[in-house]
Nanobody
C-alpha cells in the first residue's frame, strides 16, 4: 500500500512559479508510474503530467506543455511538478497519483489507470 502526500501549493501571482512535491511511502516507489492531475471548482478532474517508471518517458497536457516539468527522485521517494509561467487558469487542487501497472505514457492521462492518490494541495494564481 502506497501513501502519497502532496505539498508546495500556495498563492502566487500570474507569471510566477511553484514547485509541488509528492512524497510516497510504502511500496517500491521506483517501480511506480506517477502522475499529476488537477481539479478546479465546478470542473472535472483533468490530467496534467505523468512519468512512466520504466524508461523515464514523460507526458504533458497541452495546456501546460513548455511551462510545467515533472521529475522524480527515487532515492527520496518523491515526485515533483515544477510549474513556471503560472496563469490564473492553473488555479486548482493538484493531486498526485501512482500506478504499479505497466501503462504507456499516453494511457497515464486516464485517471482510472492509477491505484493510489494523494489528498491534494491547493494552487491559486492571482491575476
Amino acid at each position: 500500500q502506497v501513501q502519497l502526500v502532496e505539498s508546495g501549493g500556495g498563492l502566487v501571482q500570474a507569471g510566477g512559479s511553484l514547485r509541488l512535491s509528492c512524497a510516497a511511502s510504502g511500496g517500491t516507489f521506483s517501480r511506480y508510474s506517477v502522475g499529476w492531475f488537477r481539479q478546479a471548482p465546478g470542473k472535472e478532474r483533468e490530467f496534467v503530467s505523468a512519468a512512466v517508471w520504466f524508461g523515464g518517458t514523460t507526458v504533458y497536457a497541452d495546456s501546460v506543455k513548455g511551462r510545467f516539468t515533472i521529475s522524480r527522485d527515487n532515492a527520496k521517494n518523491t515526485v515533483y511538478l515544477q510549474m513556471n509561467s503560472l496563469k490564473p487558469e492553473d488555479t486548482a487542487v493538484y493531486y498526485c497519483a501512482a500506478s504499479d501497472a505497466y501503462w504507456s505514457a499516453r494511457s497515464l492521462s486516464d485517471g482510472h489507470r492509477y491505484d493510489y492518490w494523494g489528498q491534494g494541495t491547493q494552487v491559486t494564481v492571482s491575476s
